[in-house]
């Protein structure tokens, strides 16, 4: 057995357009009943959009913090690590202590909450039931 | 508050006077208490609403700012009761219910807390994961009480870019977690740091006052000042908090004279001096007296001594300039840079004469970051015209005439120059 990570990657879209995307998670829902019932399912979490982010580099021995997602560059995703912090001063503070801090750089995203992620895809006119935030995360 | 004011009306003064003296105020306690930016925003902005209607019909009350913070808390209770996207909404609900039972023990509410949560405030909307303009606007519209149009046309940007701006600043807030919070003892002098620079950012973006509305500038001046006096309220151990408001306070005292009848750039030796404000001065010497005694020098306190020494001398010939290029010296050690290099050459070069000072230029001349950088060629033009080597000025005043995009500042070039040829 080995593990494997799936990144989803998407196009940021406007409101209108996100509200329609909302609208498909009945079928993520189905999927992770799957996936966690044929037992592959490790974790599935969703993200808060790239506004939200904050990337930390260490560059001679200081922290810099910059507003937003980590720029494209040749930089390639190495890693991931889930911590659970009180609030963002302290994510960026362990976000500083990643040795990778000092050669590249370490995004700081939000994780999306499961009921949060159940609210928003029911006001966006999802039909979804309590109990599928059990498969939201 | 803009818009729809009557001049001689009782309430809509009382409101307005309200306004600028306790919103801040409200606004940073009903955050802590409702843990939502927005949320806390548009409660207090509906409780000024209110205040006109209410004011009129039951007359004013006698204390205005605990009548705002009542039903502020309140429309947050409403508020908070319909929308479902605040995080923890029950706890909210429930810790904002028992604050308005428990009136009484609100109104003992002591002064400490009161400015930690301005405190809060100010620390949250600089804090380092806001980009740098959003960390501006949210500051000038949460403690500063601009609107979004006021912000948009000092900064010149569409008032819905900067609309957009601020909501994404305060969803990141919420999304992202970011604390409101007075840092920690260890983070603070770097927290601060940042504070001061947002705050001096706005002074320098007023002052400036090469684009843009004028009249909306001198606000930007304005409002900087005043949050450099609450944070010397606020923070009144810190040297370099009064430090910065003493820079503010001696450059802003000379806002009207730095533009000539002409509409011109006047430099501080062609300015008329009898336009100065006296009072501000002095207000500026004794607050960077009181940043002084504190005995912990800083960046913002060099400044605004190198500022008092040039301001007091009676013209430039009479200058202390040995005591400057010595301030110089120290702001270089503390913060070096190739502008506090070119100064500190400068004043050197006015001490001891034009060759010490294009000695200390030579480093600067030979670094190719700067080959592009206008001031200095124009301070190199300066010193060697004073030196009598008046071929190498002209080529040092074309170099520098090359790199000039205004206008005024070409024109001060190009007669400089002329003067050379004429000698």
């Given amino acids: 057995m080995a593990h494997y990570m799936l990144l989803v990657y998407q196009e940021e879209v406007d409101p209108a357009e996100q509200a329609e995307r909302e609208r498909e998670m009945p079928m993520f829902v189905e999927l992770h009943r799957s996936l966690r019932e044929a037992g592959l399912l490790v974790g599935v979490q969703r993200l808060h959009s790239t506004e939200s982010a904050t990337s930390v580099r260490v560059r001679g021995g200081e922290t810099e913090i910059t507003d937003g997602p980590f720029a494209v560059t040749k930089e390639v995703l190495a890693g991931y690590y889930i911590l659970d912090c009180a609030d963002l001063d302290e994510a960026l503070k362990q976000a500083a202590r990643v040795p990778a801090a000092c050669w590249g750089t370490v995004e700081v995203r939000p994780i999306m909450p499961a009921d949060e992620w159940l609210r928003v895809s029911r006001e966006a006119g999802a039909d979804l039931p309590d109990e599928a935030v059990k498969d939201m995360a | ?423």
Avoid at chain 2, 193 to 208: D, I, K, Q, T
Avoid at chain 2, 233 to 241: G, Q, S, Y
Avoid at chain 2, 283 to 295: I, K, N, Y
């Fill in chain 2, 1 to 423: 508050m803009s818009g729809g004011v009557h001049p001689a009306d009782p309430v809509s003064d009382a409101v307005a006077g309200a306004f600028r003296d306790e919103r801040a105020t409200v606004l940073a306690t009903l955050i802590r208490q409702a843990g939502d930016f927005q949320l806390a925003e548009d409660a207090v902005q509906d409780a000024f609403e209110a205040a006109v209607t209410a004011w009129r019909r039951d007359g004013i009350p006698a204390n205005p700012g605990a009548w705002i913070t009542t039903a502020a808390r309140r429309r947050a209770i409403d508020r908070l009761r319909r929308d479902r996207s605040v995080a923890d909404r029950a706890e909210r609900l429930a810790e904002l219910t028992r604050l308005d039972q428990d009136e009484e023990e609100l109104s003992m509410d002591d002064e400490s807390s009161i400015v930690d949560d301005r405190l809060r405030l100010i620390f949250t909307c600089c804090h380092p994961a806001l980009e740098m303009p959003a960390q501006v606007a949210l500051t000038l519209r949460t403690l500063g009480g601009l609107t979004t149009g006021e912000i948009a046309r000092a900064f010149l940007v569409a008032e819905p870019t900067m609309g957009k701006r601020i909501v994404r600043a305060k969803r990141k807030i919420a999304d992202a977690h970011i604390p409101y919070r007075v840092p920690a003892d260890e983070e603070l002098p770097d927290r601060l740091r940042g504070v001061l620079r947002v705050v001096y950012l706005v002074f320098n973006e007023g002052y400036a006052a090469t684009k843009g509305d004028r009249l909306v500038r001198g606000e930007l001046c304005d409002e900087a000042i005043r949050l450099g006096e609450l944070l010397t309220r606020l923070m009144p151990d810190d040297a370099e908090v009064w430090g910065l408001l003493s820079l503010m306070l001696l450059h802003d005292a000379r806002r009207a004279a730095r533009v000539d009848p002409e509409g011109r750039y006047a430099a501080l030796d062609a300015q008329d001096r009898s336009l100065w404000d006296r009072d501000r001065i002095a207000d500026g010497l004794t607050t960077l007296e009181r940043a002084v005694s504190l005995r912990r020098p800083g960046e913002y306190q060099l400044q605004a001594a190198i500022t008092a020494l040039q301001i007091q001398a009676p013209d430039a010939e009479n200058t202390d300039w040995a005591e400057i290029a010595e301030l110089y010296g120290a702001l270089a050690r503390l913060n070096p840079s190739p502008v506090v290099e070119l100064n500190r050459a400068v004043a050197v070069g006015l001490a001891d004469g034009p060759a010490a000072g294009l000695t200390l230029l030579e480093p600067l001349l030979g670094d190719p970051a700067l080959e592009r950088y206008q001031p200095l060629h124009a301070a190199h033009a300066e010193l060697l015209s004073r030196a009598g080597y008046a071929s190498a000025a002209a080529g040092a005043y074309e170099r520098a005439i090359a790199l000039t995009a205004n206008a005024v500042e070409l024109a001060e070039l190009e007669r400089r120059l002329g003067a050379l040829h004429a000698d």
